[in-house]
């Protein structure tokens, strides 16, 4: 019934949008709208995926399960939002990594004096995870290279280069992860293909599933377009930054969904599907989605290269990659864990709202 209740917020945006009513409200009440639409996303492909069998519902998982925030960072690259864009990857690792693995593990914990998850999967998603913080802090050593010992003027043309090589190898390895899990040691994760079909039984037809999906899509891009065209002047009224949405409020919006998917997994002891489900989505926001706004940009003329000018962005990636591997690597968590993971991401939360605007 949530869903269907929220739906309201999408007509509402349109007449704000259409009668030209104060940014701040077209900004929050199009949040709202992404919202459900987000949520259908996710139930139509989660229908596609237990009617196609384990690998290619595997893979559709794999493929869409970060599509409405693909979208929403898309039209943020059009717009010429680069900076904001780059937050919103910066901060969709940290709310899946910090708020909904911690948030999973504390309820969870709460409920279960001890919870326990494979471990092997686990290290392996810690080992990737460790690749895609390497992989975001060169294309930023590589800048502070040419700027300082090369002493190069101008390296943006550069920069773009080794973003688009970055990039490549990215998508590469996600591929690669991708046919690791699904074919060659599918018995590794073994334990998470069996919930999924518990979990999520196909009641919609092959049609009804690719309506909705068709349908909440060009809702997402739609609403999308309303938050990003109204994004500039709202901030300045709610008196928050670009980048403070960016990395906060637009992953929120994303994967709100999704979050909470994690969250029920885990309170019912699937504690497998829910670190599947937050460190899974991470690794997808690292080794696909980032590296497909690279290649957009590129061929639409708004070239974004992956170089992070904010310091404190590098700061929690790492500290969030640390903490998230100390909890997964020994398959077994208490609500302790979870607590530590939230205060994590609560330090940062107030250092983005002081960054200086």
Not at 77 to 90: F, N, P, Y
Request: proline share 4%.
């Amino acid at each position: 019934m949530f869903r269907y209740g929220m739906l309201v917020f999408i007509p509402l945006a349109l007449v704000l949008e259409f009668t030209h009513a104060p940014a701040v409200w077209i900004f929050l009440v199009s949040a709202l709208a992404l919202l459900p639409l987000a949520s259908w996303m996710g139930q139509a492909t989660e229908e596609l995926a237990a009617r196609a069998g384990s690998t290619v519902g595997g893979l559709l998982n794999a493929t869409f399960g970060n599509a409405a925030e693909l979208i929403i960072a898309v039209v943020a690259l059009l717009a010429g939002k680069l900076e904001v864009v780059k937050a919103s990857i910066t901060g969709s690792i940290l709310s899946n990594l910090l708020l909904v693995l911690g948030l999973s593990i504390f309820l969870g914990g709460l409920r279960y004096l001890r919870q326990n998850f494979n471990a092997h999967a686990a290290g392996l998603s810690a080992s990737l995870l460790t690749l895609t913080l390497i992989a975001f802090m060169l294309p930023t050593l590589f800048d502070l290279a040419e700027r300082n010992f090369f002493k190069v003027l101008d390296p943006t043309l550069p920069d773009e280069l080794f973003s688009l090589a970055t990039a490549g190898v990215l998508i590469l390895i996600y591929l690669a992860n991708i046919y690791f899990t699904l074919r060659t040691h599918k018995d590794l994760v073994s334990g998470l293909d069996e919930a999924h079909p518990e979990e999520h039984p196909a009641t919609w037809s092959v049609p009804v599933a690719v309506g909705v999906l068709a349908a909440a899509t060009v809702g997402v891009a739609v609403m999308a377009e309303f938050l990003v065209g109204s994004l500039e002047a709202a901030t300045e009224v709610l008196g928050l930054s670009e980048f403070f949405v960016g990395i906060i409020l637009i992953p929120l919006v994303g994967n709100a969904a999704e979050h909470f998917a994690a969250v029920v997994f885990a309170m019912k002891n699937k504690m497998d599907l829910a670190v599947q489900i937050a460190v899974g989505s991470s690794l997808q926001i690292a080794l696909l989605v980032a590296p497909i706004l690279v290649l957009v940009g590129y061929f639409a003329g708004r070239p974004m290269d992956l170089v992070f000018h904010n310091p404190l962005e590098l700061a929690a990636l790492a500290a969030s990659i640390l903490a998230t591997n100390a909890v997964v690597r020994d398959g077994e968590s208490n609500w302790l864990e979870g607590f530590l993971l939230l205060g994590v991401y609560a330090l940062l939360g107030f250092a983005f709202f002081f960054t200086p605007r």
